[in-house]
Protein backbone atom coordinates (compact mmCIF):
# COMPACT_ATOMS: atom_id res chain seq x y z
CA UNK A 1 0.00 0.00 0.00
CA UNK A 2 3.00 2.02 0.97
CA UNK A 3 3.85 1.42 -2.12
CA UNK A 4 0.85 1.35 -4.44
CA UNK A 5 -0.49 4.42 -3.54
CA UNK A 6 2.53 6.88 -4.66
CA UNK A 7 2.28 5.22 -8.23
CA UNK A 8 -1.88 5.26 -8.89
CA UNK A 9 -1.08 9.03 -7.82
CA UNK A 10 1.63 9.37 -9.94
CA UNK A 11 -0.71 7.28 -12.59
CA UNK A 12 -3.52 9.27 -12.53
CA UNK A 13 -2.05 12.97 -12.54
CA UNK A 14 0.11 12.06 -15.31
CA UNK A 15 -2.81 10.77 -17.20
CA UNK A 16 -4.80 13.76 -16.20
CA UNK A 17 -2.12 16.58 -17.19
CA UNK A 18 -1.61 14.54 -21.01
CA UNK A 19 -5.20 14.69 -21.41
CA UNK A 20 -5.58 18.61 -19.85
CA UNK A 21 -3.02 19.30 -22.82
CA UNK A 22 -5.42 18.75 -25.32
CA UNK A 23 -8.66 19.30 -24.08
CA UNK A 24 -9.77 22.67 -23.80
CA UNK A 25 -13.33 22.58 -21.99
CA UNK A 26 -13.71 22.46 -18.32
CA UNK A 27 -13.16 20.38 -15.87
CA UNK A 28 -9.52 19.22 -18.01
CA UNK A 29 -8.95 23.20 -18.68
CA UNK A 30 -8.51 23.71 -15.32
CA UNK A 31 -6.70 20.57 -13.49
CA UNK A 32 -3.31 21.56 -14.65
CA UNK A 33 -3.76 25.28 -12.90
CA UNK A 34 -5.69 22.98 -9.81
CA UNK A 35 -2.23 20.55 -9.42
CA UNK A 36 0.30 23.35 -9.95
CA UNK A 37 -1.57 25.22 -7.17
CA UNK A 38 -1.42 21.73 -4.87
CA UNK A 39 2.19 21.58 -6.28
CA UNK A 40 2.73 25.10 -4.45
CA UNK A 41 1.03 24.12 -1.35
CA UNK A 42 2.89 21.44 -1.09
CA UNK A 43 6.26 23.24 -1.06
CA UNK A 44 5.01 25.76 1.45
CA UNK A 45 4.92 23.26 3.95
CA UNK A 46 8.04 21.29 2.57
CA UNK A 47 9.93 25.14 2.96
CA UNK A 48 9.91 23.44 7.05
CA UNK A 49 11.76 20.84 6.72
CA UNK A 50 14.16 22.50 4.35
CA UNK A 51 14.94 25.34 7.39
CA UNK A 52 15.03 22.66 9.95
CA UNK A 53 17.80 20.92 7.91
CA UNK A 54 19.44 24.36 7.37
CA UNK A 55 19.04 24.85 11.30
CA UNK A 56 21.08 21.37 12.02
CA UNK A 57 23.79 21.07 9.64
CA UNK A 58 25.07 24.68 10.23
CA UNK A 59 24.80 24.05 13.95
CA UNK A 60 26.23 20.60 13.82
CA UNK A 61 29.28 22.27 12.35
CA UNK A 62 29.50 25.36 14.52
CA UNK A 63 29.11 22.74 17.45
CA UNK A 64 32.07 20.83 16.11
CA UNK A 65 33.88 23.77 15.32
CA UNK A 66 34.38 22.42 11.81
CA UNK A 67 36.87 24.26 9.02
CA UNK A 68 35.53 27.71 8.65
CA UNK A 69 33.10 27.29 10.88
CA UNK A 70 32.46 30.87 11.57
CA UNK A 71 31.47 30.90 7.69
CA UNK A 72 28.11 28.92 8.74
CA UNK A 73 27.60 31.53 11.89
CA UNK A 74 27.64 34.17 9.53
CA UNK A 75 24.48 31.81 7.57
CA UNK A 76 22.52 31.33 10.18
CA UNK A 77 23.27 34.93 11.69
CA UNK A 78 22.05 36.46 8.43
CA UNK A 79 19.53 33.94 8.47
CA UNK A 80 17.72 35.23 11.45
CA UNK A 81 18.32 38.56 10.98
CA UNK A 82 16.78 39.06 7.66
CA UNK A 83 13.78 36.92 9.46
CA UNK A 84 13.65 39.16 12.12
CA UNK A 85 13.40 42.32 10.15
CA UNK A 86 11.06 40.69 8.15
CA UNK A 87 8.30 39.70 10.48
CA UNK A 88 8.84 43.11 12.28
CA UNK A 89 8.28 45.92 9.99
CA UNK A 90 7.47 43.98 6.39
CA UNK A 91 8.48 44.47 3.29
CA UNK A 92 7.90 46.78 0.88
CA UNK A 93 3.88 47.24 0.79
CA UNK A 94 3.60 44.78 3.43
CA UNK A 95 3.30 45.48 7.24
CA UNK A 96 4.89 43.47 9.74
CA UNK A 97 4.12 42.59 13.43
CA UNK A 98 5.10 46.04 14.27
CA UNK A 99 3.77 48.14 11.21
CA UNK A 100 5.99 49.42 8.60
CA UNK A 101 8.43 50.98 11.00
CA UNK A 102 8.36 54.77 9.86
CA UNK A 103 10.67 55.25 11.76
CA UNK A 104 13.27 53.35 10.26
CA UNK A 105 12.43 53.77 7.25
CA UNK A 106 13.03 57.59 7.66
CA UNK A 107 16.29 56.69 8.67
CA UNK A 108 17.26 54.11 6.27
CA UNK A 109 15.32 55.09 3.08
CA UNK A 110 13.68 51.56 3.05
CA UNK A 111 12.04 49.60 5.04
CA UNK A 112 15.14 47.10 7.02
CA UNK A 113 14.22 43.82 4.69
CA UNK A 114 14.44 45.97 1.77
CA UNK A 115 17.68 47.73 2.89
CA UNK A 116 19.36 44.89 3.71
CA UNK A 117 17.94 42.79 0.01
CA UNK A 118 19.21 46.23 -1.81
CA UNK A 119 22.36 46.40 0.02
CA UNK A 120 23.84 43.24 0.88
CA UNK A 121 22.06 40.03 -0.79
CA UNK A 122 22.20 42.12 -4.11
CA UNK A 123 25.97 43.42 -4.01
CA UNK A 124 26.42 39.38 -3.11
CA UNK A 125 24.47 37.99 -5.35
CA UNK A 126 25.64 40.15 -8.32
CA UNK A 127 29.28 39.37 -7.49
CA UNK A 128 28.43 35.68 -7.87
CA UNK A 129 27.14 35.85 -11.53
CA UNK A 130 29.81 38.77 -12.29
CA UNK A 131 32.84 35.32 -11.60
CA UNK A 132 30.91 34.06 -14.65
CA UNK A 133 32.95 36.07 -16.76
CA UNK A 134 36.41 34.96 -15.84
CA UNK A 135 35.63 31.38 -15.36
CA UNK A 136 34.25 31.84 -18.86
CA UNK A 137 37.37 33.31 -20.17
CA UNK A 138 39.21 29.82 -19.01
CA UNK A 139 36.80 27.60 -20.24
CA UNK A 140 37.81 29.18 -23.37
CA UNK A 141 40.68 29.13 -23.22
CA UNK A 142 41.30 25.55 -22.63
CA UNK A 143 38.31 24.61 -25.23
CA UNK A 144 39.97 26.57 -27.80
CA UNK A 145 43.94 24.49 -27.32
CA UNK A 146 44.34 22.86 -30.67
CA UNK A 147 44.64 19.24 -30.06
CA UNK A 148 42.78 17.83 -32.67
CA UNK A 149 41.60 18.39 -35.89
CA UNK A 150 37.89 18.88 -34.60
CA UNK A 151 39.45 21.45 -31.88
CA UNK A 152 41.15 23.15 -35.09
CA UNK A 153 37.61 23.68 -35.88
CA UNK A 154 36.08 24.41 -33.16
CA UNK A 155 39.20 27.07 -32.68
CA UNK A 156 38.61 28.39 -35.91
CA UNK A 157 34.84 29.09 -35.58
CA UNK A 158 35.07 30.29 -32.56
CA UNK A 159 37.57 32.89 -33.69
CA UNK A 160 34.94 33.98 -36.85
CA UNK A 161 32.55 34.16 -34.44
CA UNK A 162 34.21 36.40 -31.87
CA UNK A 163 35.53 38.66 -34.36
CA UNK A 164 31.91 38.66 -36.00
CA UNK A 165 30.68 40.09 -32.99
CA UNK A 166 33.02 42.80 -32.31
CA UNK A 167 33.27 46.41 -34.58
CA UNK A 168 36.54 45.17 -35.20
CA UNK A 169 35.66 41.83 -37.36
CA UNK A 170 33.26 44.19 -39.30
CA UNK A 171 35.74 46.79 -40.26
CA UNK A 172 38.20 43.66 -41.12
CA UNK A 173 36.56 42.65 -43.94
CA UNK A 174 34.80 45.63 -44.55
CA UNK A 175 36.14 46.36 -47.95
CA UNK A 176 35.01 42.83 -49.52
CA UNK A 177 32.63 43.63 -53.09
CA UNK A 178 29.26 42.92 -52.90
CA UNK A 179 29.37 39.72 -54.33
CA UNK A 180 31.80 38.58 -51.25
CA UNK A 181 29.68 39.95 -48.70
CA UNK A 182 29.18 36.07 -47.17
CA UNK A 183 32.42 36.26 -46.50
CA UNK A 184 32.05 39.36 -44.13
CA UNK A 185 32.93 38.36 -40.92
CA UNK A 186 29.46 39.86 -39.20
CA UNK A 187 27.47 37.47 -42.01
CA UNK A 188 29.68 34.69 -41.53
CA UNK A 189 28.99 35.04 -37.87
CA UNK A 190 25.26 35.18 -38.65
CA UNK A 191 25.14 32.39 -40.89
CA UNK A 192 27.40 29.84 -38.30
CA UNK A 193 24.89 31.07 -35.70
CA UNK A 194 21.59 30.57 -37.91
CA UNK A 195 22.19 26.94 -39.28
CA UNK A 196 25.00 24.88 -38.16
CA UNK A 197 24.94 25.98 -34.61
CA UNK A 198 20.60 25.94 -34.14
CA UNK A 199 20.83 22.87 -36.26
CA UNK A 200 23.16 21.07 -33.68
CA UNK A 201 20.64 22.49 -30.75
CA UNK A 202 17.71 21.92 -32.04
CA UNK A 203 18.75 18.32 -32.17
CA UNK A 204 19.38 18.32 -28.66
CA UNK A 205 16.20 19.74 -28.16
CA UNK A 206 14.29 16.63 -30.42
CA UNK A 207 16.19 13.98 -28.60
CA UNK A 208 15.94 15.40 -25.30
CA UNK A 209 12.23 15.85 -25.65
CA UNK A 210 11.86 11.99 -26.65
CA UNK A 211 13.40 11.48 -23.49
CA UNK A 212 11.23 12.96 -21.67
CA UNK A 213 8.31 11.06 -23.31
CA UNK A 214 10.16 7.99 -22.68
CA UNK A 215 10.90 8.86 -19.25
CA UNK A 216 7.34 10.19 -18.36
CA UNK A 217 6.00 7.41 -19.69
CA UNK A 218 7.96 4.93 -17.50
CA UNK A 219 7.04 6.93 -14.24
CA UNK A 220 3.64 7.20 -14.93
CA UNK A 221 3.31 2.94 -15.71
CA UNK A 222 5.28 2.39 -13.29
CA UNK A 223 8.27 0.89 -14.48
CA UNK A 224 10.89 3.42 -13.04
CA UNK A 225 10.16 3.83 -9.12
CA UNK A 226 13.87 5.01 -8.13
CA UNK A 227 12.16 8.31 -7.63
CA UNK A 228 10.35 7.22 -5.12
CA UNK A 229 12.93 5.56 -2.97
CA UNK A 230 12.53 1.74 -4.37
CA UNK A 231 12.12 0.21 -6.94
CA UNK A 232 10.42 -2.88 -5.41
CA UNK B 1 -28.58 45.97 -74.06
CA UNK B 2 -25.13 44.69 -72.94
CA UNK B 3 -24.00 48.57 -72.12
CA UNK B 4 -27.63 48.68 -70.26
CA UNK B 5 -27.27 45.87 -68.46
CA UNK B 6 -23.51 46.83 -67.11
CA UNK B 7 -24.62 50.05 -66.03
CA UNK B 8 -27.19 49.03 -63.67
CA UNK B 9 -25.09 46.58 -62.13
CA UNK B 10 -22.67 49.31 -61.88
CA UNK B 11 -25.08 51.36 -60.36
CA UNK B 12 -26.40 48.71 -58.14
CA UNK B 13 -23.36 47.91 -57.16
CA UNK B 14 -22.66 51.71 -56.28
CA UNK B 15 -25.59 52.13 -54.52
CA UNK B 16 -24.77 49.05 -52.24
CA UNK B 17 -22.03 50.14 -50.91
CA UNK B 18 -23.55 53.46 -49.95
CA UNK B 19 -26.15 51.71 -48.78
CA UNK B 20 -23.93 49.85 -46.31
CA UNK B 21 -21.92 51.57 -45.02
CA UNK B 22 -20.58 49.13 -42.82
CA UNK B 23 -20.97 45.76 -40.82
CA UNK B 24 -19.50 43.85 -37.97
CA UNK B 25 -18.94 40.19 -37.50
CA UNK B 26 -18.64 38.77 -33.88
CA UNK B 27 -17.27 34.91 -33.68
CA UNK B 28 -16.30 32.17 -31.82
CA UNK B 29 -12.62 31.48 -31.95
CA UNK B 30 -12.92 27.90 -32.61
CA UNK B 31 -11.40 24.68 -30.88
CA UNK B 32 -9.95 26.53 -28.30
CA UNK B 33 -11.42 27.11 -24.12
CA UNK B 34 -13.89 29.52 -24.86
CA UNK B 35 -12.21 32.69 -23.64
CA UNK B 36 -11.84 34.94 -27.08
CA UNK B 37 -14.02 35.83 -29.58
CA UNK B 38 -12.82 37.24 -33.10
CA UNK B 39 -14.57 40.59 -34.45
CA UNK B 40 -14.16 41.59 -38.12
CA UNK B 41 -15.68 44.63 -39.50
CA UNK B 42 -15.65 46.37 -42.86
CA UNK B 43 -16.02 50.09 -43.67
CA UNK B 44 -15.32 52.99 -45.48
CA UNK B 45 -14.39 54.68 -41.87
CA UNK B 46 -10.51 55.46 -41.13
CA UNK B 47 -10.24 55.04 -37.79
CA UNK B 48 -13.28 52.80 -35.49
CA UNK B 49 -13.53 52.64 -31.71
CA UNK B 50 -14.43 49.07 -30.39
CA UNK B 51 -16.48 48.86 -27.32
CA UNK B 52 -17.61 45.75 -25.74
CA UNK B 53 -21.01 46.13 -22.80
CA UNK B 54 -19.32 45.63 -19.65
CA UNK B 55 -22.08 43.42 -16.61
CA UNK B 56 -23.89 46.76 -16.21
CA UNK B 57 -24.66 47.19 -19.46
CA UNK B 58 -21.78 50.25 -19.70
CA UNK B 59 -19.82 50.11 -23.20
CA UNK B 60 -16.24 50.25 -22.72
CA UNK B 61 -13.83 50.90 -25.61
CA UNK B 62 -11.26 48.04 -25.80
CA UNK B 63 -9.83 49.07 -29.38
CA UNK B 64 -9.17 52.75 -30.66
CA UNK B 65 -7.32 52.76 -33.44
CA UNK B 66 -7.45 52.45 -37.92
CA UNK B 67 -10.38 50.92 -39.32
CA UNK B 68 -7.70 48.30 -40.82
CA UNK B 69 -6.47 45.23 -40.48
CA UNK B 70 -10.37 45.09 -39.67
CA UNK B 71 -10.19 41.88 -37.47
CA UNK B 72 -9.65 42.58 -33.30
CA UNK B 73 -9.27 39.24 -30.82
CA UNK B 74 -10.77 39.52 -27.70
CA UNK B 75 -9.66 37.44 -25.12
CA UNK B 76 -9.51 36.38 -21.60
CA UNK B 77 -12.87 36.06 -21.39
CA UNK B 78 -15.93 34.25 -19.58
CA UNK B 79 -16.60 31.10 -21.22
CA UNK B 80 -20.70 30.17 -22.70
CA UNK B 81 -21.28 34.17 -21.30
CA UNK B 82 -23.03 36.62 -24.24
CA UNK B 83 -20.68 39.54 -25.15
CA UNK B 84 -22.04 42.75 -26.70
CA UNK B 85 -19.69 44.87 -29.03
CA UNK B 86 -20.56 48.16 -30.25
CA UNK B 87 -18.32 49.68 -33.21
CA UNK B 88 -18.14 53.11 -34.30
CA UNK B 89 -17.25 53.94 -37.20
CA UNK B 90 -15.63 57.45 -37.13
CA UNK B 91 -16.75 59.31 -40.57
CA UNK B 92 -14.89 62.28 -42.09
CA UNK B 93 -16.18 65.74 -41.24
CA UNK B 94 -18.40 65.23 -43.86
CA UNK B 95 -20.02 61.93 -43.34
CA UNK B 96 -22.24 60.46 -40.39
CA UNK B 97 -20.51 58.79 -37.54
CA UNK B 98 -21.87 54.86 -38.26
CA UNK B 99 -22.27 52.57 -34.88
CA UNK B 100 -22.63 48.80 -35.41
CA UNK B 101 -23.82 46.24 -33.12
CA UNK B 102 -23.37 42.60 -32.62
CA UNK B 103 -22.95 40.05 -29.97
CA UNK B 104 -21.55 36.28 -29.58
CA UNK B 105 -20.59 33.55 -26.70
CA UNK B 106 -17.88 32.08 -26.71
CA UNK B 107 -17.96 28.61 -26.45
CA UNK B 108 -15.42 25.36 -24.64
CA UNK B 109 -14.06 23.11 -27.39
CA UNK B 110 -13.35 19.77 -26.50
CA UNK B 111 -9.89 19.29 -28.57
CA UNK B 112 -7.33 21.70 -29.77
CA UNK B 113 -7.12 21.01 -33.03
CA UNK B 114 -3.98 23.06 -33.40
CA UNK B 115 -2.33 20.08 -31.16
CA UNK B 116 -3.48 17.61 -33.34
CA UNK B 117 -0.02 16.75 -34.93
CA UNK B 118 1.41 16.89 -31.72
CA UNK B 119 -0.58 14.58 -30.75
CA UNK B 120 -0.41 11.61 -33.38
CA UNK B 121 3.13 12.00 -33.07
CA UNK B 122 3.11 11.66 -29.37
CA UNK B 123 0.85 8.32 -29.86
CA UNK B 124 3.02 6.91 -32.24
CA UNK B 125 6.22 7.44 -30.34
CA UNK B 126 3.95 6.08 -27.01
CA UNK B 127 3.12 3.26 -29.05
CA UNK B 128 6.58 2.08 -29.98
CA UNK B 129 8.02 2.28 -26.20
CA UNK B 130 5.22 0.43 -24.71
CA UNK B 131 5.24 -2.11 -27.86
CA UNK B 132 8.89 -2.54 -26.67
CA UNK B 133 8.53 -2.42 -23.37
CA UNK B 134 6.03 -5.55 -23.88
CA UNK B 135 8.70 -7.24 -26.33
CA UNK B 136 11.52 -6.89 -23.54
CA UNK B 137 9.04 -8.41 -21.11
CA UNK B 138 8.70 -11.44 -23.52
CA UNK B 139 12.58 -11.79 -22.99
CA UNK B 140 13.71 -9.60 -26.44
CA UNK B 141 17.18 -8.40 -26.03
CA UNK B 142 17.68 -5.01 -27.30
CA UNK B 143 21.42 -3.51 -28.14
CA UNK B 144 21.92 0.14 -26.07
CA UNK B 145 25.31 1.72 -27.62
CA UNK B 146 27.60 2.64 -24.74
CA UNK B 147 27.40 5.72 -22.76
CA UNK B 148 31.10 6.16 -21.88
CA UNK B 149 29.35 9.09 -18.68
CA UNK B 150 27.48 6.45 -17.05
CA UNK B 151 30.09 3.73 -17.82
CA UNK B 152 32.01 6.53 -15.65
CA UNK B 153 30.52 5.94 -12.65
CA UNK B 154 32.32 3.21 -10.88
CA UNK B 155 35.37 4.99 -11.84
CA UNK B 156 34.39 8.14 -10.25
CA UNK B 157 33.17 6.08 -7.60
CA UNK B 158 36.31 4.16 -7.07
CA UNK B 159 38.70 6.69 -6.87
CA UNK B 160 36.80 8.65 -4.46
CA UNK B 161 37.06 5.65 -2.25
CA UNK B 162 40.61 5.33 -2.98
CA UNK B 163 41.34 8.80 -2.22
CA UNK B 164 38.51 8.97 0.93
CA UNK B 165 37.33 11.76 -0.48
CA UNK B 166 33.32 11.96 -0.41
CA UNK B 167 31.23 12.20 -3.61
CA UNK B 168 29.11 15.21 -4.21
CA UNK B 169 26.02 14.75 -6.11
CA UNK B 170 23.78 18.48 -7.34
CA UNK B 171 20.62 17.61 -8.22
CA UNK B 172 20.20 20.89 -10.61
CA UNK B 173 18.55 23.70 -9.46
CA UNK B 174 14.92 22.81 -10.45
CA UNK B 175 12.30 21.72 -8.46
CA UNK B 176 10.96 18.28 -8.44
CA UNK B 177 8.11 19.30 -10.76
CA UNK B 178 11.37 19.19 -13.31
CA UNK B 179 11.25 15.90 -15.24
CA UNK B 180 15.21 16.47 -15.25
CA UNK B 181 15.29 16.59 -11.47
CA UNK B 182 13.55 13.81 -11.66
CA UNK B 183 15.77 11.78 -14.11
CA UNK B 184 18.65 12.79 -11.52
CA UNK B 185 17.25 11.81 -8.74
CA UNK B 186 17.06 8.02 -10.22
CA UNK B 187 20.69 8.30 -11.21
CA UNK B 188 21.08 9.31 -7.67
CA UNK B 189 19.63 6.16 -6.82
CA UNK B 190 21.85 3.82 -8.54
CA UNK B 191 25.31 6.41 -7.56
CA UNK B 192 24.05 5.96 -3.66
CA UNK B 193 24.30 1.88 -3.98
CA UNK B 194 27.29 2.22 -5.13
CA UNK B 195 28.55 4.81 -2.72
CA UNK B 196 27.37 2.54 0.34
CA UNK B 197 28.96 -0.44 -1.75
CA UNK B 198 32.26 1.15 -1.19
CA UNK B 199 31.49 3.13 1.83
CA UNK B 200 32.14 6.53 -0.08
CA UNK B 201 30.75 9.61 2.09
CA UNK B 202 28.07 11.00 -0.76
CA UNK B 203 27.22 14.30 -0.27
CA UNK B 204 23.56 16.04 -2.07
CA UNK B 205 23.12 19.79 -1.59
CA UNK B 206 19.71 20.72 -2.55
CA UNK B 207 17.93 23.84 -3.50
CA UNK B 208 14.82 23.08 -2.75
CA UNK B 209 12.96 21.46 0.29
CA UNK B 210 10.92 18.88 -1.83
CA UNK B 211 13.95 17.97 -3.54
CA UNK B 212 15.62 17.54 -0.15
CA UNK B 213 12.99 15.15 1.12
CA UNK B 214 12.83 13.06 -1.73
CA UNK B 215 16.56 13.13 -2.01
CA UNK B 216 16.94 11.70 1.16
CA UNK B 217 14.02 8.83 0.50
CA UNK B 218 16.22 7.92 -2.27
CA UNK B 219 19.60 7.48 -0.69
CA UNK B 220 18.30 6.21 2.33
CA UNK B 221 16.46 3.33 0.51
CA UNK B 222 19.63 3.03 -1.93
CA UNK B 223 21.59 1.83 1.56
CA UNK B 224 18.98 -0.36 3.03
CA UNK B 225 18.96 -1.82 -0.68
CA UNK B 226 22.90 -2.31 -0.26
CA UNK B 227 22.53 -3.82 3.39
CA UNK B 228 23.94 -0.49 4.94
CA UNK B 229 21.31 1.25 6.44
CA UNK B 230 23.73 1.86 9.30
CA UNK B 231 26.11 4.22 6.59
CA UNK B 232 23.49 6.25 5.64
CA UNK B 233 24.23 10.15 6.90
CA UNK B 234 20.86 11.98 6.74
CA UNK B 235 22.78 15.03 7.61
CA UNK B 236 25.20 14.67 4.24
CA UNK B 237 21.89 14.98 2.37
CA UNK B 238 20.69 19.14 3.02
CA UNK B 239 18.61 22.11 2.03
CA UNK B 240 21.16 24.88 1.44
CA UNK B 241 19.51 27.97 -0.23
CA UNK B 242 16.50 28.07 -2.92
CA UNK B 243 18.67 31.34 -4.07
CA UNK B 244 20.18 30.48 -7.53
CA UNK B 245 23.98 32.12 -7.09
CA UNK B 246 23.51 31.56 -3.10
CA UNK B 247 23.38 27.54 -3.72
CA UNK B 248 26.09 27.72 -6.17
CA UNK B 249 28.30 29.74 -3.64
CA UNK B 250 27.40 27.28 -1.33
CA UNK B 251 28.18 24.56 -3.43
CA UNK B 252 31.59 25.91 -4.39
CA UNK B 253 32.36 26.63 -0.67
CA UNK B 254 31.90 22.69 -0.44
CA UNK B 255 33.99 21.60 -3.12
CA UNK B 256 37.05 24.09 -2.04
CA UNK B 257 36.76 23.38 1.43
CA UNK B 258 35.88 19.41 1.24
CA UNK B 259 37.65 18.46 -2.04
CA UNK B 260 35.37 15.64 -3.53
CA UNK B 261 36.73 13.20 -5.21
CA UNK B 262 33.85 13.15 -7.82
CA UNK B 263 31.56 15.76 -8.90
CA UNK B 264 28.13 14.76 -10.39
CA UNK B 265 26.06 17.69 -11.88
CA UNK B 266 22.74 16.09 -12.98
CA UNK B 267 19.51 17.99 -13.53
CA UNK B 268 18.46 20.83 -14.67
CA UNK B 269 21.53 23.68 -14.74
CA UNK B 270 21.12 27.45 -15.94
CA UNK B 271 23.46 30.45 -15.87
CA UNK B 272 25.66 28.92 -12.77
CA UNK B 273 26.33 25.41 -14.44
CA UNK B 274 29.72 27.04 -15.20
CA UNK B 275 30.59 28.23 -12.18
CA UNK B 276 29.98 24.75 -10.66
CA UNK B 277 32.13 22.97 -13.61
CA UNK B 278 35.31 25.40 -13.38
CA UNK B 279 35.36 25.30 -9.43
CA UNK B 280 34.50 21.14 -9.48
CA UNK B 281 37.69 21.19 -12.34
CA UNK B 282 40.12 23.78 -10.24
CA UNK B 283 39.75 21.04 -7.45
CA UNK B 284 41.42 18.23 -9.32
CA UNK B 285 38.08 16.33 -9.22
CA UNK B 286 36.79 13.31 -11.55
CA UNK B 287 33.40 15.24 -13.03
CA UNK B 288 30.46 14.11 -14.53
CA UNK B 289 27.71 16.91 -16.01
CA UNK B 290 23.82 15.71 -17.57
CA UNK B 291 21.82 18.20 -18.83
CA UNK B 292 18.38 18.96 -21.23
CA UNK B 293 19.35 22.55 -21.08
CA UNK B 294 20.81 22.73 -24.71
CA UNK B 295 22.20 26.06 -24.14
CA UNK B 296 24.54 24.71 -21.08
CA UNK B 297 25.50 21.87 -22.59
CA UNK B 298 29.10 23.49 -24.07
CA UNK B 299 30.21 25.10 -20.43
CA UNK B 300 29.77 21.50 -19.37
CA UNK B 301 31.56 20.00 -22.39
CA UNK B 302 34.80 22.14 -21.79
CA UNK B 303 34.91 21.64 -18.11
CA UNK B 304 33.80 18.16 -16.94
CA UNK B 305 35.35 14.69 -17.69
CA UNK B 306 32.54 12.95 -19.14
CA UNK B 307 28.76 14.69 -20.12
CA UNK B 308 25.04 13.47 -20.83
CA UNK B 309 23.53 15.39 -23.59
CA UNK B 310 20.09 15.66 -23.85
CA UNK B 311 17.97 12.25 -23.71
CA UNK B 312 21.04 10.75 -22.34
CA UNK B 313 20.18 11.96 -18.52
CA UNK B 314 16.47 10.33 -19.20
CA UNK B 315 18.16 7.49 -20.47
CA UNK B 316 20.56 7.04 -17.56
CA UNK B 317 18.28 4.88 -15.21
CA UNK B 318 17.51 2.75 -17.58
CA UNK B 319 21.02 2.14 -18.79
CA UNK B 320 22.21 1.72 -15.53
CA UNK B 321 19.53 -0.45 -13.70
CA UNK B 322 19.75 -2.70 -16.71
CA UNK B 323 16.17 -3.54 -16.45
CA UNK B 324 15.21 -5.21 -19.53
CA UNK B 325 11.95 -2.89 -19.51
CA UNK B 326 13.26 0.04 -19.09
CA UNK B 327 16.17 -1.00 -21.19
CA UNK B 328 12.74 -1.59 -24.01
CA UNK B 329 11.93 1.71 -23.66
CA UNK B 330 15.03 3.48 -25.06
CA UNK B 331 14.64 1.52 -28.08
CA UNK B 332 11.14 3.33 -28.11
CA UNK B 333 13.14 6.63 -28.35
CA UNK B 334 15.59 5.51 -30.94
CA UNK B 335 12.15 4.59 -32.95
CA UNK B 336 11.14 8.46 -32.61
CA UNK B 337 14.37 10.03 -33.56
CA UNK B 338 13.63 7.70 -37.06
CA UNK B 339 10.37 8.69 -36.89
CA UNK B 340 11.89 12.68 -36.85
CA UNK B 341 13.76 12.20 -39.52
CA UNK B 342 11.52 10.92 -41.65
CA UNK B 343 9.35 13.62 -40.82
CA UNK B 344 11.72 16.22 -41.70
CA UNK B 345 12.67 14.86 -44.73
CA UNK B 346 9.57 14.66 -46.18
CA UNK B 347 8.51 18.33 -44.70
CA UNK B 348 11.73 19.23 -46.88
CA UNK B 349 10.34 17.48 -49.52
CA UNK B 350 6.73 18.60 -49.47
CA UNK B 351 7.86 23.13 -49.21
CA UNK B 352 10.24 22.00 -52.12
CA UNK B 353 6.99 20.84 -54.34
CA UNK B 354 5.20 23.54 -53.04
CA UNK B 355 2.32 21.61 -51.03
CA UNK B 356 2.56 24.03 -47.91
CA UNK B 357 -0.16 21.96 -46.04
CA UNK B 358 2.44 19.84 -44.29
CA UNK B 359 4.31 21.94 -42.54
CA UNK B 360 0.86 23.97 -41.76
CA UNK B 361 -0.28 20.99 -40.23
CA UNK B 362 3.09 19.94 -37.84
CA UNK B 363 3.36 24.02 -36.96
CA UNK B 364 -0.31 24.14 -35.70
CA UNK B 365 -1.94 26.47 -38.04
CA UNK B 366 -6.04 26.06 -37.77
Known sequence: ?232 | MKGLLLTTLLFLIVLACYASPGTMNVQDVPWDEGKALNITWQTPADSIILQRADSLGVWQTIFSGPALPAAYSDRDLIPNKSYSYQLIAIGSADTDTLIVRASAKPREQWFYMHKLSFLIILVIVSLAILIYIQRARMGKEFYIRRISGLDSMEEAVGRATEKGKPILFVPGIGDLDDIQTIASLTILSQLAQRSAEYDTELIVPCRFSMVLSAAREVVKEAYLKVGKPDSYKEERIFYLTDDQFGYVAGIDGIMVREQPAANFFLGSFYAESLILAETGFSTGAIQTSGTAQASQLPFFVVSCDYTLIGEELFAASAYLSRDPQQLGSLKGHDFGKLLTIILILAGVITEIVGWHWFKAFFEGVQ
Open chain 1, 1 to 232: MKRNLPLFFAFFCGLLVIVSEFIPHRPFSLMIDTLQEWFMIISGFAIILGQISLFQSNINKIKQKDSGWMFYLAGLISFILMLIVGMFWGTQETGGLFGHGTALQARLGMKPFDYLFEFAYMPLSSTMFSLLAFFIASAAYRAFIIRSFESNLLMLTAVIVILGRTSFGSMLTGWLPQGLRFWHLPNLSDFIMEYPNSAAQRAIMISAALGIIGSSLRIILGIERSYLGSDK
